[in-house]
C-alpha cells in the first residue's frame, strides 16, 4: 500500500467515525451508526498492517511486513479476549461502569503511546512533538486514573459520596502545580525521568479530581473524561503524523465536550459546579439529621386496593428496580392494570438510572412498549390528575427538595412532580437517602405509603394481591 | 506535519463533531458517549505504529501493553454500544 492510498483509508474511516456519530443522534440510525463506526475503526486497523509509517525520527523506513507483527498480533488477541466477553456479559445495570472502565483504558493507551513515541524520537523530537507529548501524557494520565474511581463509585466499591478532605482544594491545587511545572521541566530538560514522573504525579491528580464528585453526577465526569481522552488522541496523532488519529480524536473530544453539557443541562447542573461543587457547597442540615420521624407503611394488599381503584396510575422507575431485575414484573403489574382498564405510564425522569438514557435501556430490556415511556415534560403536567404515582427504587429524581431547598447539592435539578398526586407509593429497600445522599421530605407526606422490602419480591405479591381483588 | 494542515483539519474537526451532536435526545446520551468511547479506540492505530518504530524491549512491552489497552476500548466499546442499541429495536417492530 502505498502512502497515498494509506492516507485515503485513513480519510474515508474519519468520514465512518463523522457518520457514526451522526447515526448515533437518532433512535432510528443509531444502531446502523455504531456499525459504521466499528467498520471505519477495522478498515483504520487494518491499513496500518500494509503501510510502514515512516519513523518519527527519519531514520528508516523498512519493507512490510511492519516489525514485531507476531508481537502485535498477541496483543491484539489479548485485548479481543478481555474485551469482547466483558463487553458481552456485563449486566445492563452495571454498563455505566463498563464504559468508564474502556474510556479509561483508552486514556492510558494514548498516554503509552506518546510515552514509546517520546523514547522513540529521543533528541530528534521537535518541541511541538514534546508539548503534545506532554499534554496526552498529562491528559491520558488523568483519564486514566479518574476513570478508574468513577469505575469504583459506580460498582460501590468505594463511597459514592463526595470524598472531601481537610485542605482538600490546595492538595489538589499543588497537585495541579506540580504537574504544571513538571510539564515545563519535561519541555526545557528533555529526558525519561522527568516524563515518568509527570505520568505519576498526572495519575495521582486523576484520583484527586474525581474523588470530591458525588455519586449522582459521576455520569458527567465519565462523559467530561471521555471528551478528554478523544483529544489526547487528537494530541498523540500529531506526535504520529496520523491524519485518522488527528480527526477522529478531535471528534471524540468536540462531540463530548457538547455531550457534557448536555448532560448537565438534563440533571440542571452546572459543569464547575459538578467539579467543584463539593468544596463550595455549604455543610447542610438535610444530610446530617437522621431523627426517627414518622412514616406510612403500607402492606402489598393495601397498594392492591389503592391501585384498584385508581383512574390513572404513574409508575416512577429507578435505579432500585434495575438493581432488583424488577423489570419484568413491573411490566406485569402495568399489563395487569391495563387490563383493569387503568390507565398506565411510565415516567422516565432523563437521568433515571445511572446515566441518562440507562432506564429506557433497560425497560426496553424487558419489552416495555415504547409508546407507554412517557418523558419528564410529557409527564409532569399530567400528575395533578394522577391517582397514584408508584416510585420504585428512585429517590433523587423524585425529590422536592431540588425545587424547594436552595444549597441542597440536587437544587435546581428538574424532577418529576410526583408530589401532586393524589396518592403516592414508595417501594424501597430502606430509610436510606438515594444515591446522591440527600434525606427526601416526600417520604413523611401524609399522602404517601411506603412499601419496604426488594422491589422484585414487593411487586410479586402487588400482582398477586391484586389478581385476587 | 505541516503546521496550517494540522490546524486546519482540528479546527473543522471541532465544528463536525459540535454540529452532529447538538441535537440529541436524553434517550440517547448514553449510547451516543458509549459510541463516541469506542471511536477513541482507533488509537489502537497508533500503538500499532509505535510498537512497529519499537527500538528495544521496553518500548515493545510497553506498546504491546498500549495494543491490549487500545483494542479493549474500541471493540469492548463498540460490542456494548451496539448490545444497548440493540434493546431500542424490537419495540420499533411492534409499533410497525
Known amino acids: ?469 | 506535519m505541516d503546521a496550517i494542515a494540522v490546524i486546519s483539519i482540528f479546527t473543522l474537526a471541532v465544528f463536525v463533531g459540535f454540529e452532529v451532536v447538538s441535537k440529541v435526545s436524553s434517550t440517547l446520551h448514553t449510547p451516543l458517549m458509549s459510541g463516541a468511547n469506542a471511536i477513541h479506540g482507533v488509537i489502537l492505530v497508533g500503538a500499532i505504529i509505535v510498537a512497529d518504530h519499537s527500538k528495544n524491549n521496553l518500548e515493545l512491552g510497553l506498546s504491546l501493553a498500549a495494543i491490549v489497552l487500545a483494542t479493549i476500548n474500541m471493540v469492548g466499546g463498540f460490542v456494548v454500544t451496539d448490545r444497548m442499541l440493540e434493546m431500542f429495536k424490537p419495540k420499533k417492530g411492534d409499533q410497525k
Open chain 1, 1 to 469: 500500500m502505498n502512502s497515498t492510498l494509506y492516507s485515503l483509508v485513513g480519510l474515508a474511516a474519519g468520514v465512518a467515525f463523522i457518520l457514526a456519530l451522526k447515526g448515533l443522534s437518532h433512535p432510528k440510525t443509531a444502531r446502523r451508526g455504531n456499525l459504521i463506526g466499528a467498520f471505519g475503526a477495522t478498515v483504520a486497523t487494518l491499513s496500518v498492517f500494509l503501510y510502514v509509517t515512516p519513523s518519527g525520527d527519519g531514520s528508516e523506513s523498512h519493507s512490510l511486513p511492519i516489525h514485531n507483527l507476531g508481537w502485535i498480533l498477541g496483543a491484539i488477541a489479548v485485548g479481543l479476549i478481555i474485551g469482547v466477553p466483558a463487553a458481552r456479559k456485563v449486566e445492563m445495570t452495571q454498563m455505566p461502569q463498563l464504559v468508564a472502565l474502556f474510556n479509561g483504558v483508552g486514556g492510558g493507551a494514548a498516554a503509552l503511546v506518546a510515552i514509546v513515541e517520546y523514547l522513540n524520537l529521543g533528541d530528534s523530537a521537535t518541541t511541538a512533538e514534546v508539548i503534545f507529548t506532554v499534554f496526552t501524557v498529562v491528559v491520558g494520565c488523568v483519564s486514566f486514573s479518574g476513570s478508574i474511581i468513577t469505575f469504583m463509585k459506580l460498582q460501590e466499591l468505594m463511597t459514592t459520596r463526595p470524598v472531601v478532605f481537610p485542605g482538600g482544594r490546595f492538595v489538589i491545587a499543588a497537585t495541579l502545580a506540580a504537574v504544571l511545572g513538571v510539564s515545563v521541566w519535561v519541555v526545557t530538560a528533555l529526558g525519561t525521568t522527568p516524563l515518568l514522573v509527570l505520568a505519576v504525579i498526572s495519575l495521582l491528580f486523576g484520583v484527586l479530581f474525581v474523588l470530591p464528585v458525588g455519586g449522582a453526577d459521576v455520569p458527567i465526569v465519565i462523559s467530561l473524561l471521555n471528551a478528554f481522552t478523544g483529544l489526547t488522541v487528537a494530541a498523540s496523532g500529531y506526535v504520529l503524523s496520523s491524519t485518522l488519529l488527528i480527526i477522529a480524536g478531535t471528534l471524540v473530544g468536540a462531540s463530548g465536550t457538547i455531550l457534557t453539557r448536555l448532560m448537565a443541562e438534563a440533571m440542571g447542573r452546572s459543569l464547575f459546579g459538578t467539579l467543584f461543587g463539593a468544596f463550595t457547597a455549604k455543610p447542610q442540615a438535610a444530610t446530617g439529621t437522621t431523627e426517627e420521624r414518622p412514616v406510612r407503611s403500607g402492606s402489598p394488599d393495601d397498594v392492591a386496593i389503592l391501585l384498584n381503584y385508581a383512574r390513572r396510575v404513574v409508575i416512577v422507575p429507578g435505579f432500585g428496580l434495575a438493581v432488583a431485575q424488577a423489570q419484568h414484573t413491573v411490566r406485569e403489574l402495568a399489563d395487569l392494570m391495563l387490563s383493569k382498564g387503568i390507565d398506565v405510564a411510565y415516567g422516565i425522569h432523563p437521568v433515571a438510572g445511572r446515566m441518562p438514557g440507562h432506564m429506557n435501556v433497560l425497560l426496553a430490556e424487558a419489552n416495555v412498549p415504547y409508546d407507554q415511556l412517557a418523558e419528564m415534560d410529557e409527564v409532569n403536567p399530567t400528575f395533578g390528575q394522577t391517582d397514584v404515582a408508584i416510585v420504585i427504587g428512585a429517590n433523587d429524581v423524585v425529590n422536592p427538595a431540588a425545587q424547594t431547598s436552595p444549597g441542597c447539592p440536587i437544587y435546581g435539578m428538574p424532577i418529576l412532580e410526583v408530589n401532586h398526586a393524589a396518592n403516592i407509593i414508595f417501594l424501597k429497600r430502606s430509610m436510606r437517602p438515594g444515591f446522591a445522599g440527600i434525606e427526601n421530605e416526600l417520604l413523611y407526606d401524609p399522602k404517601t405509603m411506603l412499601l419496604f422490602g426488594d422491589a422484585k419480591a414487593s411487586l410479586t405479591k402487588v400482582v398477586s394481591a391484586l389478581k385476587a381483588l
